[in-house]
């Protein structure tokens, strides 16, 4: 596939997931009452959000350009790894949202290293945009795994002083 066609429906299918999670958002006014409730929506709205603007700097930089992108993919994966650690530091009681949290970072983190030091992809055989497309994918499937655990409510997040003075 072409690298511009993957990043165009990439981008444009986490714009739709964004969307459709502000539907879902919509139906429960109790979420964003509380504060931890409305961080977890806030986090899952950045796990789509920030790989789909990521796209769209890949498409608009590409491989001819690819300061563009790689400026963008910095940025905004180093946003994303510090939004995301900072939920993981209140998330306390759930053993798969902290694995997955702690892999998102991860993820982020890794995308600002190609992104920083392109020639590491090579190490694998790829192209530096093909191995960040590669790490998007795994973020929005890990998106979507913790859209999963909160949508069935088990995947609510308990912070520290909900340990220490339950509800």
Request: proline residues 4%.
């Amino acid at each position: 596939m072409n690298i511009a066609t993957f990043y165009a429906l990439f981008s444009t299918t986490c714009f739709t997931l964004v969307g459709l999670w502000w539907n879902v958002v919509q139906k429960h006014d109790d979420w964003m009452c509380d504060p931890a409730q409305r961080r977890v929506v806030a986090g899952v709205y950045l796990s789509f959000l920030l790989p789909a603007v990521m796209g769209l700097f890949a498409q608009v930089g590409g491989a001819r350009q690819p300061q563009i992108w790689r400026a963008a993919f910095i940025v905004l994966a180093v946003v994303g790894c510090a939004c995301t650690l900072r939920l993981l530091a209140r998330t306390r009681g759930d053993g798969f949202v902290a694995r997955h949290q702690g892999a998102a970072a991860l993820l982020y983190a890794l995308i600002a290293v190609v992104g920083a030091f392109p020639e590491l992809a090579g190490h694998l055989g790829l192209r530096p945009i093909q191995a960040e497309a590669l790490m998007l994918i795994v973020l929005v499937v890990l998106g979507h795994a913790l859209v999963w655990r909160f949508m069935v409510g088990e995947g609510r997040y308990v912070e520290e002083e909900q340990i220490a003075e339950p509800r």
